[in-house]
């Protein structure tokens, strides 16, 4: 069963930073090991003004559980990272079973 990292990033203290770097840290994604496919996407802005639960969503996609796990432990997911934490990206992680119909 196909499984899905969620990374769900806070806002950062500097947006414009942080989508600067997007290209590098997306293309740092695109390199790593296992990865099937992913989706970015940026969260909407409140109707209201106040601050968003989260500045953005990375969903990254692997064959199975023990593919996703061990991509998270190489070198190209350490420069992920790296290029993530430049960018000022906090984050929660989660690890999900794909359900599809």
Known sequence: MQTKIT????????????????????????????????????????????????????DLYFEDYDSASQAVGTASAGAFFEALAKAGGTFTGLFSEVESR
């Open 7 to 58: 990374l769900i990033i806070d806002n950062p203290s500097a947006p414009e930073l942080f989508e600067q770097e997007m290209p590098t840290i997306l293309d740092r994604v695109a390199a790593l090991d296992g990865l099937v496919r992913f989706e970015s996407a940026k969260v909407w802005p409140k109707e209201d003004g106040t601050a968003t639960p989260a500045y953005r969503t990375l």
